[in-house]
């Protein structure tokens, strides 16, 4: 199994920061991560695929970077919408998740 | 515009099957690349991943939950069915259906079904 661990598992930001949360796997999952955003009662929605390219319709404020084992998401201005659970996931070997970052208003 | 619905029993007893049907419009799992995942959500925990299948009926299935799990597709009913053996009460969770793109994300969930395990 490939594991993935988020950092941090919370965080308190203000609208307008910009903020970075981070996902590292057990093993390399090439470029095969992605990024979803959960908001409280909601099924989870798409951000980023393929390590790096924004899904369609996404605010462009939403960007990641990373391959391999190491990768980040960026949002460059928080906006009141962006605070909910973020979740990164790999499907290089199956598939697994994350243990989500929960983004909280500061 | 592609859809999900999933559908089954809300409450199980513990030791019972779990049968869910996913229900889905929009995209053929004849298509080539096309792929129906299962995942679920304990109450305020993290998402779990679970099982994938692939339009070539080709499945994948998490490796600590394998022993339990089956899908099914059928094409022509535009339908995936899954099925959990062995229902425990830490089986409580929302189970999602959900579309894999060709970008092999999960680019289309649907609503969410609540399953609780309780005698």
């Known amino acids: 199994d490939i594991q993935m661990t988020q950092s941090p598992s919370s965080l308190s930001a203000s609208v307008g920061d910009r903020v970075m949360i981070t996902c590292r796997a057990s093993?390399?999952?090439?470029?095969?991560l992605h990024w979803y955003q959960q908001k409280p009662g909601k099924a989870p929605t798409l951000l980023i695929y393929?390590?790096?390219t924004l899904h369609s319709g996404v605010p462009s404020r939403f960007s990641a970077s990373g391959s391999g084992t190491h990768f980040t998401l960026t949002i460059s201005s928080l906006q009141p919408e962006d605070f909910a659970t973020y979740y990164c996931q790999q499907s290089y070997s199956g598939s697994s998740f994350g243990q989500g970052t929960r983004l909280e208003i500061k | 515009q592609i859809t999900l619905q999933e559908s089954g029993p809300a409450l199980v007893k513990p030791t019972q099957t779990l049968t869910l049907t996913c229900n889905f419009s929009?995209?053929?799992?004849?298509?080539?690349?096309?792929?129906v995942a299962w995942i679920r959500q304990p109450p305020g925990k993290a998402l779990e991943w679970l099982a994938l299948i692939y339009w070539d009926d080709d499945k994948r299935y998490s490796p600590s939950l394998a022993s339990r799990l089956t899908l099914t597709k059928y094409t022509s009913k535009s339908q995936v069915v899954f099925r959990m053996t062995n229902m425990d009460p830490v089986d409580t969770a929302t189970y999602y259906c959900?579309?894999?793109?060709?970008?092999?994300?999960?680019?289309?969930w649907g609503q969410g079904l609540m399953v609780t395990v309780s005698s």
């Open positions: 959900v579309h894999r793109s060709m970008g092999d994300a999960f680019d289309v």
């Open positions: 393929a390590a790096t």
């Open positions: 093993q390399t999952v090439s470029s095969y």
């Open positions: 929009g995209f053929s799992l004849t298509t080539s690349g096309a792929g």
